[in-house]
């Protein structure tokens, strides 16, 4: 069974940086997208990066125009790893952290809190 570790999160002053990791464990084949989604209390889930990879399209990264600049998401795939480093944090940052990969099924990690505050 497929499951996806998330790490990286924690506190983290403005301005400052993070990489949040996100690791499949066991056997995961075909993974056409990886993706990073946030939510922050009291609000829906959103889209942060994209990384899409699906045999027609190699490597295109998409991103919340709140994040672009200063996010970038990046794999590893042999290890079926994917990172989102962000810098320039801004507390409007803070929420939770989900990583996702899409293969014939849609596999969502736990979840990392990241804290924006002075």
């Known amino acids: 069974q497929v499951q996806l570790v998330e790490s990286g999160g924690g506190l983290v002053q403005p301005g400052g940086s993070l990489r949040l990791s996100c690791t499949a464990s066991?056997?995961?084949?075909?993974?056409?997208?990886m993706g990073w989604y946030r939510q922050a209390p009291g609000k829906e889930r959103e889209l942060v990066a994209l990384l899409v990879n699906n045999g027609i399209t190699s490597g295109l990264t998409t991103y919340a125009d709140s994040v672009k600049g200063r996010f970038t998401i990046s794999t590893d795939n042999g290890k079926n790893t994917v990172y989102l480093q962000m810098n320039s944090l801004k507390p409007e940052d803070t929420a939770v952290y989900y990583c996702r990969m899409k293969t014939r099924s849609d596999y969502w990690g736990q979840g990392t809190q990241v804290i924006v505050s002075s």
């Open positions: 066991g056997i995961i084949f075909s993974i056409n997208l």
